[in-house]
């Protein structure tokens, strides 16, 4: 089982920038993948970004060329930089663990789960 503790969110005017962290714990050594995952009011939640352990990186379109997905494998730790954020970037935040050898930003494919961490974006 993996623990995942995320921080980072708030407030921020549309262009501004904001970065996410994710500490994980617990059995970290089965995680293929790391991802991070976003949910607004109404609609499904989306994957973002994921990166698997050999730092390949995945993005959803929407987000490509502003949004950078990192880790520190030393800390276990996560991260999402976000720059040129728009409002309809405003959403929760999860950041989630797979075992699985693939890494895709499928949220079926991932097995431990984030408390959410909020990203508001005024125009």
């Known amino acids: 089982q993996v623990q995942l503790v995320e921080s980072g969110g708030g407030s921020v005017q549309a262009g501004g920038s904001l970065g996410l962290s994710c500490v994980a714990s617990g059995d970290t050594h089965s995680v293929r993948c790391l991802g991070w995952f976003r949910q607004s009011p109404g609609k499904e939640r989306e994957g973002v970004a994921s990166?698997?352990?050999?730092?390949?990186?995945t993005y959803t379109d929407s987000v490509k060329g502003r949004f950078t997905i990192s880790q520190d494998n030393a800390k276990n730790t996560l991260f999402l930089q976000m720059n040129s954020l728009k409002p309809e970037d405003t959403a929760n935040y999860y950041c989630?663990?797979?075992?699985?050898?693939?890494?895709?930003?499928?949220?079926?494919?991932?097995?431990?789960w984030g408390q959410g961490t909020l990203v508001t974006v005024s125009s």
């Open positions: 990166i698997d352990t050999d730092g390949w990186t």
């Open positions: 989630a663990a797979s075992i699985n050898s693939w890494c895709t930003l499928a949220r079926g494919e991932y097995n431990s």
